[in-house]
């Protein structure tokens, strides 16, 4: 079962992002499988949560109605056959800048939040994709701090 996995992430994803061309495809697909994956980390996908990550991914990399569609669904393809995060956290590791990174954290948070909760479970999701790109503690807690504030802008008055 792991050989069938390692050979699909090669197939699917690795070979994407070898040639230039096709970085930022791997890479939306790579972003986008881990929005799906925090959509699903509290057992429970919400109309709200499915809207804001269609509308998050259509926005953050200026896709079309029909593109997001496909980008979804390719990406649904990689989660359910994958068996980590690894494969999703190793590109974005490598391939996007600090700024990027945080970019992608935001997005996380985003998401955590769209339902109007954040659940123990997407926190642990958020934290655990932090590590995995190498963003510091600083960087998890400002990134949510910023969305909690902009979600409710009473709750985190300084």
């Known amino acids: ?21 096709r970085v930022d495809h791997g890479l939306r697909l790579a972003t986008a499988a881990l ?10 996908v919400s109309e709200a949560e499915e809207a804001a990550l269609s509308d998050m991914l ?3 990399f ?3 109605e029909a ?7 390719l990406a ?11 494969q999703f956290t190793d590109l974005i590791d490598r391939h996007f800048s600090l700024e990027q990174k945080r970019q ?14 954040k659940d123990k479970y997407e926190e642990y999701l958020v934290r655990k994709v932090a590590d995995l790109i190498h963003l510091s503690h600083r960087d998890f807690i400002q990134t ?7 979600e409710d802008p009473g709750r985190c008055a300084t």
């Open 67 to 73: 593109e997001t569609r496909e980008l979804l669904t």
């Open 1 to 21: 079962m792991i050989g069938t996995i390692r050979e699909f992430f090669q197939q699917r994803i690795r070979a994407e992002v070898e040639s230039d061309e």
């Open 104 to 117: 992608v954290l935001e997005l996380l948070w985003r998401l955590a939040f769209a339902d109007g909760h």
């Open 35 to 44: 929005l799906i994956e925090m959509s699903r980390a509290d057992f429970h």
């Open 144 to 150: 949510r701090l910023k969305v909690e504030a902009e």
């Open 76 to 86: 649904a393809e990689e989660v359910k056959a994958s068996a980590s995060l690894y």
């Open 58 to 60: 259509q926005r953050h």
């Open 62 to 64: 200026a896709l079309t």
